[in-house]
């Protein structure tokens, strides 16, 4: 930073700033390596600001171009089925661009899939013809009479691709450009789909990762919407709340593919599925919004209250009620009515313990609702009343908490010793039991998050990007999975454990 007399002066070295690395290493043809510095939409905390609107579509156009030219990679090496999912969000995100649309038939075709592929067709032509009224383009309907045909060049076998150090493919420099100079641009992480069974498969930005509690390895990894935060496991879907872009994805959970994206109107946080709907808690939007869990549709948002401060970030169910949070007070919302039935200042009935100030997280387990808050304060509460019957200071802030095996488990990080830690507290004395240090902390945020399930104890770790399995009884460490980028949240569910990715 230079002093000048008309203000001050940023200087920035060669490569200092993500988008010159982007430009240059997709100028040099490493399109897998320039894709690695994506994290999202670019200058996004600029969003008011007129004037950075065609930077930001600049940039996206070239993150898209560079995306393709990935993909036809990706194509060519065979692997079709591992992108059909990636392919079919891009797909939903940008409808009118035709070469992702013929990515996607490329992809069902090799999969085996030709019906999909020629729905995929008859989709994209349905869609150009009544958002711009045009046909598809001679490529794609070239592409269509290929499939017809079933020519088997479009589901050759898989080449095996080489880097070159020489010069860059033709068709990868295109796709780069000038840039506007903004320090605050960030670009999103992208990996492969797949892996080696010598090479860990690693989760991206924006997905979901499915392990298998049996080998304790990342099995799948699944596009969701933007910023993904709560999942949820159901009777036939997986469920994932997408902070950002106020969506929830909706998972199919044998097959792994995304179903549906589902529009909330709010800032989707958190979700559980219950009596036929999934509940979906909204952060800042202080409501609860109710989705049919067989049709995916979206009920009327239930207001909290009034408050403009409060907000709600948490959901669960539990005693034939679905439990939510507004600031300080604790909602009881029935599941059959969607009406709020109890709100609930909690804290008058247990000699002034102080609880509860701004709810993190609640859980419903050996017959109580369990919170913990801002007061550094984990709570037993009385379904029927609202009375706290048990209480304890924790002496730091708690993030997350989860009742089963016998013990509530407390997840928080304490930036003052600075680690994250994982606590046991006895359901009848309200009391610390055992703790254990899992990893590192550098602040009071959500840095982790804990679910049951598996006969273990799960945590995640936003900072190191891993997921830690604790064994309930001994809590000793039984693994510590390498998920990539940074999970957040997580539940347990037929047969796998499901973590989101940001």
Not at 384 to 392: A, E, I, L, Y
């Amino acid at each position: 930073m230079e002093t000048r007399h008309t203000g001050y002066v940023l200087r920035v070295d060669h490569d200092e700033l993500d988008v010159h690395r982007f430009e240059r290493l997709a100028k040099e043809g490493r399109g897998e390596d320039a894709l690695a510095l994506w994290r999202g939409t670019p200058l996004l905390g600029l969003a008011e600001e007129r004037f950075v609107d065609d930077a930001r579509r600049r940039l996206e156009e070239q993150r898209l171009a560079v995306l393709e030219v990935r993909i036809d990679d990706d194509l060519a090496d065979g692997r079709h089925d591992e992108l059909v999912p990636e392919l079919e969000q891009l797909v939903g995100e940008h409808p009118l661009r035709e070469r992702l649309q013929g990515q996607l038939m490329r992809a069902f075709y090799g999969a085996g899939r030709q019906a999909e592929a020629l729905e995929t067709y008859r989709q994209a032509r349905k869609t150009l013809s009544e958002e711009l009224g045009l046909e598809p383009g001679p490529e794609l309907q070239e592409l269509e009479r290929r499939i017809l045909r079933q020519d088997p060049e479009l589901a050759a076998p898989r080449r095996v691709r080489t880097r070159s150090s020489g010069k860059p493919p033709r068709r990868l420099a295109v796709a780069v450009g000038g840039a506007l100079l903004v320090a605050a641009l960030v670009v999103g992480a992208v990996y492969a789909f797949g892996g080696s069974s010598t090479t860990p498969l690693l989760a991206y930005p924006n997905s979901l990762a499915v392990i298998d509690p049996a080998n304790n390895r990342v099995v799948h990894v699944v596009p969701v919407g933007d910023t993904p935060r709560g999942v949820a496991v159901g009777r036939h879907a997986v469920w994932v709340a997408n902070s950002a872009d106020g969506t929830v994805s909706k998972l199919d959970v044998d097959t792994l593919r995304v179903i549906k994206t589902i529009g909330i109107a709010g800032q989707a946080t958190e979700v559980v599925e219950s009596n036929g709907q999934a509940w979906v808690a909204t952060g800042l939007d202080n409501s609860v919004v109710p989705i049919d869990a067989r049709s995916g549709g979206v009920h009327p948002a239930i207001p909290l209250s009034r408050d403009r401060t409060a907000s709600a970030w948490a959901v669960a169910s539990g005693g034939g009620s679905i439990w939510t949070s507004s600031g300080n007070r604790l909602l009881e919302i029935d599941p059959v009515t969607d009406t709020i039935v109890a709100r609930r200042d909690v804290g008058e009935g247990h000699g002034g313990s102080g609880c509860c100030f701004s709810i993190h997280d609640l859980d419903f387990g050996d017959g109580a609702v369990w919170v913990v808050d801002a007061s550094q304060t984990l709570a037993r509460v009385s379904p029927r009343g609202g009375q706290v019957t048990g209480s304890t200071q924790l002496g730091v802030i708690p993030v997350a908490v989860k009742v089963g095996y016998g013990a509530v488990w407390v997840g928080l990080p304490d930036p003052n010793r600075p680690v994250l830690a994982l606590w046991r507290v006895d359901p009848r004395t309200v009391r610390v039991t055992q703790t254990i240090t899992l990893g590192s902390a550098n602040s009071y945020l959500a840095t982790l998050d804990v679910a049951l399930g598996s006969g273990s104890v799960w945590v995640t770790n936003y900072e190191e990007g891993t997921l830690v399995r604790v064994d309930p009884n001994s809590l000793d460490v039984i693994a510590k999975i390498k998920i990539g980028s940074h999970p957040y949240g997580i539940t347990v569910g037929a047969g796998r454990v499901w973590v989101t990715v940001s």
